[in-house]
């Protein structure tokens, strides 16, 4: 039994048809939590590497279990990522980000459910894969060990946005040819573990991890304004509602959303025009109404700029 099967506690509940290749296993998202796979490879003993694509429906809350020695190592080529530790502290991750963890960080909660998620997880088993990487490369298994106990210890916790030449790397994971792809994967993984090892310009200005109670006045202010995306509510006026004072909220914000609030809600109101246009028989003019525009030539203006298309024209094409 590969250790993914084991160690996989947080995502068991949704997997639905696993498919055994040759070279591969595919967990498939269960159709009742999302869609999409996780495809594991078994690169050498010790080293494992997933590729995930998948969208999920609901936040996986069953923390992992890992029970050895061993760090995880993600990249997120593109989607969003909110990860909560055991202390309640909340960190984030959208793309081109990665994060480092060793075995004993405690993630309980992972929510995939604000976009289709793609990405590398690499795991390695510290042991096996020392003398794995140490056959490799014609040194000791010690020499390796020693230089990953040097960077990473059992409760390592790191989130940042990647580098430019760690973002290289990691890029290469998805246009490694078919053919020879395993020999691929090692050299890769091994590429990527001495670059981890040897630099350090990853971990410089990580990401701000905020607490439970902040992060849930954050998604309150959210909901208040999609809730009434017909009405303008200022900053000053949603920051007393939700009792957090204004720089704040726009930074907490734009850190777990990744947009700022007005160009937030602005993207929603044009997606939500997009659904009444087609969907509801409307005037365009009462659609704009809806979404909080009393200016058609600014509502049509708006939504050629997120779309390309003026409202008019996407309503015929789309019937």
């Known amino acids: 039994m590969r250790k993914f099967d084991e160690d996989m506690s947080m ?3 949704i997997i639905g048809l696993k498919e055994i290749m040759e070279d591969q ?7 009742e939590f999302g869609k999409g796979n996780i495809t594991s490879h078994n690169v050498m003993p010790g080293i494992e590497v997933t590729y995930n694509d998948f969208e999920i429906y609901k936040p996986l809350s069953e ?9 995880e190592i993600n990249y997120c080529l593109e989607g969003y990522l909110e990860s909560e530790f055991a202390n309640k502290k909340i960190v984030y991750m959208g793309d081109g980000d990665i994060s480092i963890f060793g075995y004993k960080t405690g993630v309980v909660l992972a929510d ?3 976009k289709h998620y793609k990405g590398i ?3 390695l088993y510290i042991d096996e894969a020392s003398k794995s990487v140490g056959t490799m490369l014609g040194v000791s298994e010690a020499e390796i060990k020693s230089l990953i106990k040097a960077s990473f210890n059992e409760d390592t916790c790191i989130v940042n946005h990647a580098s430019q030449s760690l973002e290289h790397i990691f890029k290469e994971f998805f246009v490694l040819p078919e053919k020879c792809k395993s020999y691929f994967l090692k050299i ?6 001495l670059y981890i090892v040897g630099n350090s310009d990853y971990k410089i200005s990580d990401k701000k991890y905020f607490p439970r109670s902040f ?6 202010a959210r909901r208040i304004l999609v809730s009434n995306i017909d009405s303008h509510i200022t900053i000053k006026e949603l920051s007393n509602m939700v009792g957090i004072n204004s720089t704040d909220l726009q930074r907490g914000f734009k850190e777990i959303y990744q947009c700022p609030i007005y160009a937030y809600l602005k993207s929603y109101r044009m997606k939500k025009a997009k659904e009444l246009l087609v969907k509801e028989e409307l005037t365009i003019a009462h659609i704009a109404n809806l979404v909080g525009y009393t200016n058609n030539s600014k509502f ?8 390309g298309i003026t409202p008019s024209k996407y309503r015929i094409s789309n019937r």
Do not use: G, P, W
């Open 11 to 13: 995502f068991r509940y």
């Open 25 to 31: 296993v595919v967990y498939n998202i269960s159709v």
């Open 63 to 71: 923390s992992f279990k890992l029970r050895e020695d061993s760090l």
């Open 112 to 114: 995939f459910t604000t």
């Open 121 to 123: 997880t690499v795991m």
């Open 188 to 193: 890769k993984v091994v590429e990527l573990l």
């Open 215 to 220: 992060v849930d006045k954050i998604k309150d």
């Open 300 to 307: 049509s203006k708006a939504f050629k700029e997120e779309f």
